[in-house]
């Protein structure tokens, strides 16, 4: 492919200019690969000679490929309830989650709903995602099991809830983990698949499942786990009365050993300095929200203390509380929330932690979240002028930085013209 080719070899970090050897980028550029992996990234100039001669060429020099954008906190089974009129996130539980998520006890729906959930991703340009399904290992399979047809690189887990929940999702509290076992057993590695174990959040596990559940990462460090951590102040308060033993939230985690290199905790908005030093001596990993914030009310998150304390942070889109899947609407929301913090998000640093940052915070970064040889050819073709507006202020911008902080205000899912994953087109805009 022929075009402009961005990608990043290392945090640019927060300045309005990124650190030096950060960002590679080649204004008429060539991006060859071949069974799935990219074969060699490069200035068309030097790359046309080492083609081969039969080698098709794919002509989109008005357009910017990126890597492929990474999502890495997503309910794929509360799709069809976004904008749901406001509530709080235990009122938003009772309300519209668990009533939604007892729909995929049906194999069928959960196919169907799989399947128009990686439309949707594919559309917005996110090739990876880690996702919540169900309490059923239906809506396990049937994700796999579409992501698998597509040749895509997601993580998924069924959720374990053993209480405080309706009956029709609560598991019994080892009879979650066994259904686990069996998932970890038939996906965990398939093709481009990894299983994250996935206790909703700690209000709804007893002691004994979150034990459970620590003992499957102990027995195998190459499982990811995901979770939600200090969301929302009553979820405080509910925490500290069902775990009177533990100090705070986070070491209602610790003690069950799910704090490591491959957890990720959403949100962590309500976080003193030494949780957030915990999570960071573990190397895990805070997944900021910034649409589902804003809309539950949640709160602001504080990137800057985050950063400060090295805690590594990803990016995610959160639906169904979030307000939008694409990449660039989670980049304008973390704008929007830093600014009423004090703490802008350049677009440099957006971008990266949208495609090689979200990768590194993930472990995957051996494998996605750069265009360069070797790696899995998952990319994003970016057309600027989708949108008569955009196409309007693009003609006044005279930096690419200036071009990728008005895509990521003014760009929407019409901005991405293609979505390429496993080296195959899955997605094409069409005009």
Excluded at 140 to 165: T, Y
Excluded at 202 to 213: F, G, V
Excluded at 349 to 356: I, M, S
Aim: charged share 25%; proline share 4%.
């Amino acid at each position: 492919m022929r075009a402009r080719i961005l990608s990043f070899d290392a945090d640019p970090g927060d300045g309005d200019t990124p650190a030096e050897g950060s960002v590679v980028y080649h204004e008429d550029g060539a991006l060859w690969w071949e069974a799935g992996r990219i074969r060699a990234v490069g200035s068309w100039q030097e790359l046309t000679d080492r083609l081969p001669a039969d080698v098709s060429v794919i002509d989109q020099r008005d357009k910017l490929v990126m890597p492929g954008f990474i999502d890495s906190h997503v309910h794929y089974v509360q799709l069809d309830i976004m904008a749901s009129y406001g509530r709080q996130l235990l009122d938003w539980l009772n309300e519209y989650t668990f009533p939604e998520e007892c729909r995929f006890a049906q194999r069928e729906h959960a196919e169907q709903m799989a399947d128009a959930f990686l439309d949707e991703l594919m559309r917005v340009g996110t090739t990876t995602a880690q996702v919540f399904c169900s309490s059923h290992p239906n809506s396990v399979d049937a994700f796999f099991s579409a992501s698998r047809r597509r040749d895509l690189c997601m993580l998924a887990g069924k959720v374990l809830m053993d209480r405080h929940a309706p009956p029709e999702l609560t598991d019994d509290t080892l009879g979650g983990i066994h259904d686990t076992e069996r998932l970890i057993a038939e996906w965990h590695g398939t093709g481009r698949l990894g299983y994250s174990v996935t206790p909703r959040f700690a209000p709804t596990s007893s002691r004994e499942q979150l034990d459970a559940a620590g003992g499957l990462l102990r027995n195998d460090d190459s499982l990811w786990l995901q979770t939600h951590l200090s969301e929302n102040l009553g979820e405080l308060d509910w925490v500290a009365e069902l775990f009177p033993d533990s100090r705070d939230y986070l070491e209602v985690y610790e003690k069950s050993h799910l704090v490591g290199p491959r957890s990720t905790f959403a949100h962590g908005i309500h976080l003193d300095d030494g949780m957030r030093r915990r999570l960071a001596e573990r190397g895990a990993n805070i997944a900021f929200c910034p649409s589902s914030n804003l809309f539950l009310g949640s709160g602001l998150f504080d990137r800057a203390a985050a950063r400060d304390t090295r805690l590594n942070l990803t990016l995610a889109s959160d639906i169904g509380a979030g307000t939008d899947l694409s990449g660039l609407a989670t980049l304008k929301a973390g704008y929007q929330v830093g600014q009423l913090r004090g703490q802008p998000l350049t677009a440099w640093a957006g971008f990266h932690a949208l495609t090689r940052g979200n990768a590194a915070s993930l472990s995957l970064d051996d494998r996605i979240g750069r265009l360069a040889p070797g790696m899995e050819a998952d990319f994003v073709v970016l057309d600027l002028h989708a949108s008569p507006l955009l196409a309007r202020r693009m003609a006044r911008c005279t930096s690419l930085a200036e071009e990728l902080f008005t895509l990521m205000m003014l760009g929407d899912d019409r901005a991405v013209h293609e979505t390429w994953a496993g080296g195959r087109l899955q997605h094409r805009r069409q005009p």
